[in-house]
Each structure stands twice: as C-alpha cells, then as structure tokens.
C-alpha cells in the first residue's frame, strides 16, 4: 500500500503526490522561478529554479529511456553536486530502480553487491572511471557503463532531452507508485549489508507533510552525501515540497566559506560536524571579546543562521545549551533508512528540547518491550532478496522492528539504545552501553568510547583525543581513571565500567560514521 496525501495547489486544484515525479512537477508548478538550488561552480555562485530543476530532472529521465526502455537497476557512483542531484531524481522519475553507492567504494565491494543488487547499467563520475572499467571486467552482467562529464556535458543533455525537443514523450512513464525506486544498502554495524528497497509512495509519504514545514524564506545548507537517504530525502525531496532553497556545500573544506557564502538559515549536521561548528564559534568569541557572543557566531555562521538539525549519533544537551548561547537552536531528529528515513522531525521549540524529535504522523509508532517499532507509508517494502531477513524485521501484525529502544512521551521520542546492543547480566540487569557512552560524550579527553560486557562486568575500551599523545601512558591512564571514576559515581553500582582499556587506534566505523561494533559480541559475552 501506499500514502496518497492530496494538497491544495495555487491554482486552487487538488494534487496527489505519490511518486517523487509528482512531487518534482507539484514544486515547478507551485513555487515556479523562485531559487530552489544554489551552487559554486569555478567559484562562482550559480542559482536554479523550480522549473529549471523540473526540467533538468525530466530531461535525465529521457536520457535514460533512449538509452534503454526496459526497467533496470542502475548503479549511481558520484560525488554530491547540482549535476548529481538531478541526475539521481531524474533516475527515480524515469521508473528505473536507483542503487547510489559510496563514491569511496573499493571495487571488489562494488562487484559483490552489484551482483546483490542485479546493477545492469553504472553511471559514474570521471573519476570514477578506472575503477568502472575494473568493475566491468569482473562483474560479467553490467551491460553499459555511463561516465559522466562535468556539467557542460550535463547542460548538453539538458538541452538535448529538453521538454521541446524531439525526445520529450519519452518523459512519459507511467509509475507505480508501489514499485521499488531506491534501493539503500545499509552501512553495516554488525557485518552485513543489506539493500533496503524504497518504493516511491515511500519517499513521496515521508516528504509530503505538514506537521513540520520550512518557514517562508528557508534557506538550507545541505552538507552530507547525497547517497545517503538521510541527506537526500531532507535536503532535496522535503524542501520540493516545502519550496525552500537548498544551498549544496560541497567538499566539507568549504564549510566554513559557505555559511558565509549562502547565508543559510539552517543546516542538517551530524554531531561530529556540530561539535567542530560550535569550536570555531569560541575560537571567534576568544579572538573578539568586544563582540556579543551571537556577533562572534555570526563571523563563523553568517548573520541568518539560527537552527541546526542533527541526526545519525547522539546530540548531548550539553550542546543544545551551549549553542542556544548563540541564539543558534540545534534540535535532533530520529529516522533509520528503512523508513525513507524520518520517524521524527526537530521540534525547535523549547518544550522536549532534548528529545531525539516530534512524531510527524505519517507513521503509527509504537513501543513494545522498550523497542520503538513503526507501522505505515513511509515502511520500506523490505530487503532486496533477503525475504528471511524481511520477515524477522517485521512483526506479526506488520510493525517495523527498529531495534531502537526508547520511549514516548508528548509525542517526543526519546532514544535509550540498541536493542542487539543490550547488556544482558548474570543478574538479569539489562544495560544499555550507550547510555554510559553518552555521559562521555561532552568530554575534553575521551575522543570514542565502546561500552560492552566481558566476564560478566562492564567494560570500557576508549579512544582518547590527541593531545593526551604527548604524555606519558602512566599520565593518560590517570587522566582517564578519574573521568571514569567520575562518570562511574552518577551511576548505580551494576552500571559502573569495571574495567577500562586504552586504545592507540581509532575505532573502525562505517561510511556514516558509525562505530562497527561487530567485535564486541554483547550476547556471548553476557553468557561468560
């Protein structure tokens, strides 16, 4: 089943938005030559409307359908550009399955999961290419490989696969919204990948709401790769619908250019990028203390920027209240990509402001057990042939197992854990690591963190941060004793870290920067 939700356009006719073409021609015909997209290209600041988006989408679309009629799964490797967003939405409107990878992707990964996907046809970047060519040697079924110019080759086929050229009918694709347009893979914690296949009722559902709206005037930084659904369902299909701007930053280097450069009003960030954002905000304090300290931010953010939204990893309120000093409200949300991916938006209110987001209500969400699980449009149709796994991620009344553990409360999700992460104790006590992990996260010295049981005790391995290198082993040891000695005293006694190890490497993570917790096997530990 799919969401249909019906809006009332300008023209006073009612639209149903269900599928991401609808959405791409509901936003041309809704907000028209206002900028939807703003870019630097050879340092220069390029703008393109809803229409000319529109537009740009459609002509992909028919790009596609002359090369080949028939529905296949397409590969998209590229890094996270104008060019690459219109591409990626074009793909989904041309009623082609879309499978965006990591532009890092070695290529022996690439060949083992384009075997899992059924990848026919690669579009990549130039870069790319080399490692296409090796792909192509190896996996045997890629039957055409597209390398992507720059965007003077894109303006040609933008021009070429124009609405007024010979070509135009093929944009004529009659698309069931119930049918499979992304499929994600997922990044991996515990070892394995599996594709999440996203139909286009779920990205149009989890897009086309109201509960949440960007104000008049929004102007969105968008800073995380596009092959992401996080970054692509909230940046780019969320504000078609909201008729907001979205600002493409680019390499994370740019950053700080950028927020000056586009003059955003709001970012999505990770909390690793918070965290460096809210640093270079006291570094300016410092350097200008005749300056109010939302003057100094304003060296660093431009004088627009008032709200963060973060999502991926815990967001302390430690640093909600540090940036609120700054008149800058950082909020988070809450979403898995089986979900297309929200399950909540920020509240930017003061009520629930360290809640992990407000339900939208597009989706019946429930806890069961302390496990958050959703039931509704935006669900994913399940993995790509894995039906076992499919079938262990639902209930038996269709429910989404999360695997989050958590609790409701005014309509606010409040994250606990992960369920697969539970420390279960010879005592019975269940534990949840992240828990303790999040009381070090506004630490200066323990830079990563993974809590886990051994022996029936609870264990810490910690990274610390960098400058503690230049010490003797005996001197961070010390320093590391006394900030578990502390963390360990607002604890009660079955929760306190036993025992503590010093790590000299980082932990290995995943492409959204997610610690792999794949060696620390909480279940068999549990039982020792």
Known sequence: MYYSTEFEGSDGLKKDILTVKDLVLFAAEEYGERDFCRFFRDFEMCKKSFIEFSEDCLAVSRYIKNIEKKKMHIAFIGKTNYEYVACLTGMICSGNVVVPFDPNISVEEACQLFEDAD??????????SKKADEIGRRYKRLRQIVSLG???WFEKIFRKFSSDSEYAPLAEVEINPDDCALIIYTSGTTGERKGVMLSNGNLASNS?????????????????PMHHVFCYACDVLKNLYDGSTVCLNGALISLYRNLLAFEPTVARMVPLICK?????????????????????????????????????????????DEFAQYGIIARQGYGMSECSPR???????????????????????????????VKGPSVMLGYYKKPERTAEAFTEDGYLHTGDLGYIRNGHIYLVGRKKNLIILSNGENISPEEIENKFVDDGIVKEIVVFAEKDSIVAEIFP???????????????????????????NTDRQIHTFRIREIPFERT?????????????????K
């Open 119 to 128: 990848i026919e046809m690669l579009f990549c970047e130039e870069e790319f």
């Open 150 to 152: 720059d965007w003077r």
């Open 208 to 224: 086309c709401y109201d509960s949440y709206k960007s104000r008049e005037g929004e102007v969105n930084l968008s800073l995380l």
């Open 276 to 320: 460096s954002v809210l640093t270079k905000i006291k570094i300016s304090e410092r350097k200008h203390p005749e300056l109010s300290k939302r003057e100094a931010a304003e060296l660093v953010v431009g004088k627009n920027f008032t709200r963060i939204i973060a999502g991926s990893a815990f967001l302390s309120g430690a640093l909600i």
């Open 343 to 373: 399950i909540t938006t920020s509240d930017f209110s003061e009520d629930n402001k360290y809640s992990n987001g407000v339900l939208h209500g597009v989706d019946d969400v429930r806890i069961v057990d302390g496990e958050i699980q």
């Open 465 to 491: 941060e960098e400058q503690l290198a230049t010490g003797t082993k005996e001197e961070t040891y010390a320093e590391i004793l006394g900030i578990v000695d502390r963390v360990n005293s607002t604890l």
């Open 511 to 527: 492409s959204t920067g997610k610690i792999k917790r794949t060696q620390f096997n909480y279940e068999e530990d549990a039982k």
